[in-house]
């Protein structure tokens, strides 16, 4: 293999797909007076600077990144603004979508959407992308220095929320289920994981900067016995210490106020384990004003149909609306979200619909200026059996749609480790080179985790020793990595 710089030059992703996310992580050393490339997407056959560029710059004392369509003699087309210090790790994703790229530095925006259509002769077709140079003009000394690893490529534009969220997954310890959560900006979240028992004066606290937090009516919360929440191993997703309240089936776990006064458009999303459900059913939720008129609102709830238990959404009239179609059993963690858009309502049971768009418009007489939701029961006739029974925990609500795509991720968060890698397989890339392989131990090639075998052959230039300097991001500063986490070293030059 020639002594050529790149960490590796795979083929066959994407090829001819536009839209794209590249994300991953480096450390540089030293950078000449032209610039290092990060990596260059552009077929080996393409006419020379085209394609799309990701690299860094100095500029005086300071190194910024910088983005580069390869047109000769105008510059770049976009700067970074933080300066990139020599020796530390940082994470960066590049996101094209249609003719505008945006590049996020550990999980920010670092360079706002740019106009950057291809230029005229660029070459997809192949897929084919190097990392650690350019390809087009290898007699540059444009090599990048230092440690490249984690890289990652997604057949779609990720999202900032989903880019914090990874970049988070590195640096945070705890529970990945939480962390999804909170990136899709919730207007409340109860994680319900408090233990004290003075009811009507403790409260459930709000994760979120909305401060929503409501004092409990049930006083079942030891955090021992059938008073927790999912837990590892089945719920890996969630801390060893998660709680989860239990309601008697006689009360409300409690009524929150000031949660999305008048929105009409929301997503509502829980985890429950039931306990016995009686004739007349049992509500998870009811959003409605306290001061409203009687069945009217979004309700909630198990219904036993049957011998059998299934969700159902209510409005309030003479007769459910819309009934699952997947028994509930007991004794078992269900995850359940509604969603509002205009005048239908859906509902996912374990990421998958179960009760696909239902017409549900208000009913006349609805009112939802305070904001109210009654966890547990029915607001409007509480004398009626019909609270909930079993456990309730880790409840959002959301001041917009969630997409079955965002609810399934919730959902399959719960059961994954919480590492950086987990994080990255949840938002399904094409490619995932973690770069672990060591030399001359290890394999020559660099293995695609993703599943869609990608593998590259590393170039010969990196070395690959899994100590010293070839050493990928590490606990106690990146917990979301493992020990033993390698990273190949590049130096430069040809």
Not at 22 to 45: K, Q
């Amino acid at each position: 293999m020639a002594n050529d710089g790149y960490v590796g030059r795979p083929t066959g992703v994407l090829a001819g797909q536009n839209d794209y996310t590249v994300e991953m992580w480096f450390r540089r050393g030293p950078v000449g007076t032209l610039g290092v490339y990060l990596y260059h997407r552009s077929d080996f056959d393409a006419p020379s600077n085209t394609g799309d560029y990701l690299g860094l710059v100095q500029n005086g004392d300071f190194v910024y990144l910088f983005i580069y369509d390869g047109t000769p003699g105008t510059g770049v087309n976009g700067f970074g603004f933080t300066d990139i210090w020599a020796d530390s790790w940082n994470h960066v994703a590049l996101v094209r979508e249609g003719e505008n790229v945006t590049v996020y530095l550990n999980g920010q925006v670092e360079i706002p959407a740019t106009y950057m259509p291809p230029r005229e002769g660029t070459k997809w077709t192949d897929g084919s992308w190097a990392f650690g140079g350019r390809s087009d003009v290898p007699a540059l000394n444009q090599r990048f220095n230092g440690n490249i690893d984690e890289i990652a490529v997604y057949p779609s534009a990720l999202s900032a929320t989903a880019i914090e969220a990874n970049f988070s997954a590195a640096t945070r310890a705890g529970g990945r289920y939480h962390e999804a959560v909170l990136a899709r900006n919730p207007e409340a979240y109860w994680r319900l994981n408090e233990t004290a028992v003075v009811v009507g004066t403790d409260t459930a606290a709000d994760a979120t900067p909305g401060n929503h937090g409501f004092p409990y009516q049930t006083n079942y919360r030891s955090g021992t016995g059938t008073e927790v929440g999912p837990r590892p191993p089945v719920y890996a997703g969630f801390e060893g210490t998660n709680n989860a309240p239990t309601m008697p089936g006689t009360g409300y776990l409690g009524v929150a106020s000031g949660v999305l006064p008048d929105a009409n458009d929301y997503t509502a999303e829980l985890w429950f384990r039931r306990g016995p459900v009686g004739s007349i059913g049992a509500y998870l939720y009811h959003r409605s004003d306290l001061d409203a008129l009687t069945n009217t609102g979004d309700y909630l709830g198990l219904w036993p149909a049957g011998r059998n238990v299934t969700l159902f959404v209510y409005d309030g009239g003479a007769d459910i609306i819309a009934a699952g179609r997947t028994e509930i059993v007991t004794n078992r963690w269900y995850h359940v979200a509604l969603v509002r858009q205009g005048e239908d309502v859906t509902v996912y049971l374990d990421g998958q619909v179960e009760i696909a768009a239902a017409r549900m418009p208000l009913r006349e007489g609805t009112k939802w200026t305070d904001g109210t939701w009654a966890f547990g029961g029915r607001t409007d006739q509480p004398a009626l059996a019909q609270h909930f029974a079993g456990e309730i925990d880790e409840i959002a609500i959301y001041p917009q749609v969630l997409d079955r795509t965002t609810v399934l991720r919730h959902f399959n968060a719960a059961f994954v480790t919480p590492t950086y890698a987990n994080a990255l397989l949840v938002d399904a890339p094409v490619a995932y080179w973690k770069l672990d392989e060591t030399r001359p131990a290890g394999a020559t090639d660099a293995i695609d985790a993703s599943g869609h075998g990608h593998g590259f052959t590393y170039h010969a230039t990196p070395t690959r020793t899994g100590t010293g300097t070839d050493v990928g991001p590490r606990p106690p500063e990146f917990p979301g990595f493992e020990a033993s986490n390698s990273a190949p070293t590049l130096y430069g030059g040809r």
